[in-house]
């Protein structure tokens, strides 16, 4: 009887996959406190640019409160904001882009949305 044996390599899979996006200071205090800024007040399309923005590390925290351009006073203390939260609010306009959009919260996944988009 011959014996088979099965000391062939098995195929192993990699041990780690580069599925997370590129990370080179994932644990910097920056890194930290921007994401944890919440993104509100933001349309669908300026809320992902905003997300884009962290993920690359390309998101450039206010230092000082801007103007905004809407009651003109140094309200506005999101980066990339033009709107404070109170305009944004009053004219439920996006406080990027300032079109008169859905706006999406941190829990965008609760509202209706019209189109055929689905959260993931
Ligand atoms: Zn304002
Ligand atoms: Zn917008």
């Known amino acids: ?4 044996s099965t000391n062939s390599n098995k195929k192993s899979g990699p041990k780690y996959q580069n599925t997370f996006a590129f990370q080179p200071n994932k644990n ?22 905003v997300e884009w923005r962290k993920k690359y590390k390309k ?7 801007k103007r905004c351009v809407g009651c003109n006073e140094k309200t506005v203390k999101k980066a990339y904001h033009i709107l404070c ?3 944004a609010t009053d004219k439920k306009v996006c406080a990027k882009c300032q079109e ?21």
């Open 1 to 4: 009887m011959t014996h088979v």
């Open 28 to 49: 910097s205090k920056k890194t930290k406190y921007i994401n944890s800024l919440p993104i509100n007040g933001l349309c669908r399309r300026c809320k992902e640019i």
């Open 59 to 65: 998101y450039k925290p206010l230092t000082t409160p």
């Open 85 to 87: 939260n109170k305009c």
């Open 100 to 120: 008169l959009v859905e706006i999406v919260s941190e829990v965008d996944c609760e509202l209706p949305i019209p189109k055929p988009f689905s959260c993931s």
